[in-house]
T-cell receptor, first 117, second 112 residues
Framework: GAVVSQHPSWVICKSGTSVKIECRSL??????MFWYRQFPKQSLMLMAT?????????EQGVEKDKFLINHASLTLSTLTVTSAHPEDSSFYIC?????????????FGPGTRLLVL | GENVEQHPSTLSVQEGDSAVIKCTYS??????FPWYKQELGKRPQLIID?????GEKKDQRIAVTLNKTAKHFSLHITETQPEDSAVYFC???????????FGKGTMLLVSP
């Protein structure tokens, strides 16, 4: 159990375009989903926390108008990088937790590698 | 907020040796401490976790110890194998919160 999928696995786009990344919990209902960003050889940086049906909570320094997060259901959260620029190129990873069965445990998706040209 | 320090940043061992990675945390209210293993280009995978009401937990070659007084916890890997090579992250979360605070990671290299 506790499988999280992410789509797409990689994307290359032109500067100025928007990119949507999907995160799904396949075999459990995720009350909370998290979006992280990871640069090469660095740790995971939390961008935002989203709860189903409510607005995401963004970490300090993360532009909410640039990184749009929607958590429409208990199994799906999306991250849209709007007007992407080369500095947005990174590895984006989502995770999901179920405050019931798994408690605080977070299970990670496989990540999406974004390259903005 | 919580601050997690992790050491060492890199660790090289010979196959069969033990490896120890240490983390300290700042918030005494933290009560859940997971360890994740991340292979290059892949997702972090939970390998073991411990809660504050337990001092030690073991799962085959992997063990985690927790010292609440000193606010530090450690990952112990015995009889290391080349496939243990990866980046390991510790994390902590205070009671009542949902967000994990991660350490900066330790790159473990196990040489045959």
């Amino acid at each position: 159990g506790a499988v999280v999928s992410q789509h797409p696995s990689w994307v290359i786009c032109k500067s100025g375009t928007s990119v949507k990344i999907e995160c799904r919990s396949l075999d459990f209902q995720a009350t909370t989903m998290f979006w992280y960003r990871q640069f090469p050889k660095q740790s995971l940086m939390l961008m935002a926390t989203s709860n189903e049906g409510s607005k995401a909570t963004y970490e300090q320094g993360v532009e909410k108008d640039k990184f749009l997060i929607n958590h429409a259901s208990l199994t799906l959260s999306t991250l849209t990088v709007t007007s992407a620029h080369p500095e947005d190129s990174s590895f984006y990873i989502c995770s999901a937790s179920d405050s019931g069965v798994f408690g605080e445990t977070q299970y990670f998706g496989p990540g999406t590698r974004l390259l903005v040209l | 907020g919580e601050n997690v320090e992790q050491h060492p940043s890199t660790l090289s061992v010979q196959e069969g040796d033990s490896a120890v990675i240490k983390c300290t945390y700042s918030d005494s209210a933290s009560n859940y401490f997971p360890w994740y293993k991340q292979e290059l280009g892949k997702r972090p995978q939970l390998i073991i976790d411990i809660r504050s009401n337990v001092g030690e937990k073991k799962d085959q070659r992997i063990a985690v110890t927790l010292n609440k007084t000193a606010k530090h916890f450690s990952l112990h890997i015995t009889e290391t194998q080349p496939e243990d090579s990866a980046v390991y992250f510790c994390a902590a979360i205070p009671l009542g919160y949902s967000t994990l605070t991660f350490g900066k990671g330790t790159m473990l290299l196990v040489s045959p």
